[in-house]
């Protein structure tokens, strides 16, 4: 969908991350930005807004915080911002989003009281269908809002 962008933000290795980020087709160039936790965390908040600034971002050994972080960067460049979660650690940037959406089988309670939609259904939730689709259906555009953004987590 034309505006929409989705940046992986995952707890896992980058090497992981980066392996099912190729596999579910967020990433299909060679020229794919990987954030450690360790980068996020030595960077400003101006920084960080920088740098996702690129075509395709991976977000790698990320905490909470780190992706709260990731989530409120995107906002202040006015973007519309969809999350996925599934766990405790994941109930802020869920909050924080413009859209929290709760997923999987064994989401947490947590993940789900923090969210605006929970997807009790699918096991197997492809994080990049997933926000296209509630991009396209639920967020409608705001006057201040510039092309759509969408924090996923794996």
Known sequence: MAGTRIIMATGDHPR???????EIGLVTTPMV???????????????????????????????????????TALQRKRRIVAATGDGVN?????????????MGI????????????SSWRLADFRPAM???????????PRPHASPRSCACKW
Do not use: N, P, W
């Not at 954030?35 to 030595?42: K, Q, Y």
């Not at 997933?130 to 409608?140: A, E, H, K, L, S």
């Open 90 to 102: 994941d109930a802020h940037a869920l909050r924080a989003a413009d859209i929290g959406i709760a």
């Open 130 to 140: 997933t926000c296209r689709q509630v991009t396209r259906c639920i967020v409608r």
């Open 106 to 117: 064994s989401c947490t309670d947590v993940a789900r009281e923090a969210s605006d939609l």
């Open 33 to 71: 930005t990987l954030l450690t936790g360790d980068d996020v965390r030595r960077m400003s908040d101006t920084q960080i807004q920088l740098a996702l600034d690129a075509d395709e971002i991976v977000c790698a050994r990320v905490t909470a915080y780190q992706k709260l972080r990731i989530v």
């Open 16 to 22: 992981t991350a980066l392996a099912v980020a190729r």
